[in-house]
Every structure is written in C-alpha cells, then in structure tokens.
C-alpha cells in the first residue's frame, strides 16, 4: 500500500511532469482528483480538484460521447464527487491566451483509470489507515469495540465486502456499518485495496 501523503507517489496537478518530459520509466505515480463536473459532448472531458484545491480538466483520447471502452471489464462510470485516479498521469500545457493546462490521457491508455466511489478526502483519509494498518499491528482489533483477536480464541469475523474492517461479534459488526460509518467507507476501500492491493 503507498503512502498517500507521498507528493511523490500521489501529486498535484503542478507537480505532475510535463508531457513534453520525459519522466523516468521506473517511477510509478497517480494522480487523484475529485470529480467536479462530466463536460463530455463529443469526447470524454472532465472537470476535476486535486488535493491543493487546482481545478482542471481530465480529456481522454479513447472513447467519444457515448463512454470509453469497457476492456472486457464494466465501463467507468465518471460520477460527481467521485475520486478518478489516472496511472502516471502528465500535464499538457497548451500554448495560446488564455488556454489552462490539461490532464490528456492517450489512445489506449485509458484502461489504467480507475474511479474510486467516494470523495477525495475520504479515499486519502482512508489509504492512510490502510497503509498504517500493514505497518505492523501486534494484534487486530474489533473496528467496532476495539476488542483485540486472541492467538487461542476465534478469529475477528471480516467484512465481506472488503475484507478490511473486522469485528468480533455480529453486534459489532451491525455497529460498525451503521453508527460508525463503515456503510459509507466500505465501497470506497475495497476500491483502493483493488488499486493498490
């Protein structure tokens, strides 16, 4: 799991290299960004902040009006409030008056581009407790009472859907999904577990 505070690992939009750089071919990084606003008419363009609070847009040479292609897999749904993350990601700034720098993904590299179901704050809030949580935990504990797993009792029972939070009663666990939030955060770290496992 990355470091989502690494400037590095996640930058903002002016700290993506241009693409008329060259980035090194060993560095792997993403940008994310919230989605604002979907402007597709005739190609898919969207309107997005970053985590220094930049506006600008996302265009993708793939795909027209109707979406970008599936792959094989569901095709992505560019939904507002949502999180996009775009593998490598290079800035074009465009020469003229006037004319805003973009995010451009190339033919055939939309593939890569994911979108997380939860906003910006929230998918780097919880990649953080993701990322503490493989650092090392002697014992894992109850997401809802804080109780620790035993080495000779049962195991903590974990959420099926991402297999993050875990609980050492059903109690806890009804507790942990409505009055603690996981109905809310559940989606959005199986997500970011899927992207960076």
Partial sequence: MPEFTNPTTFPAFHELPSSTSSAPAADNWFLLAQI???????????????RAGVDFAVTF???????????????????KGHTLVVPRATRTDREGEGKKAVVRVPAGQSGGVRVVPGGLEQVLELGQVLAAGEEGVAKKK???????????????????????????????QVRGWSELGHKSNCKVVKSIREIWP
């Fill in 142 to 172: 109850c997401a809802a009472c804080g109780e620790a797993e035993e080495d000779d009792g049962k195991p903590l029972l974990r959420c099926t859907g991402c297999g993050a939070a875990a609980y050492c009663s059903k109690a806890c």
């Fill in 61 to 79: 040479d793939d795909g027209d009006h109707r979406g970008l292609p599936s792959n094989g897999n569901e095709p992505l749904r560019f939904r």
């Fill in 36 to 50: 604002k606003e979907n402007m597709t008419i005739t190609k898919t363009t969207l309107v997005v902040r970053d």
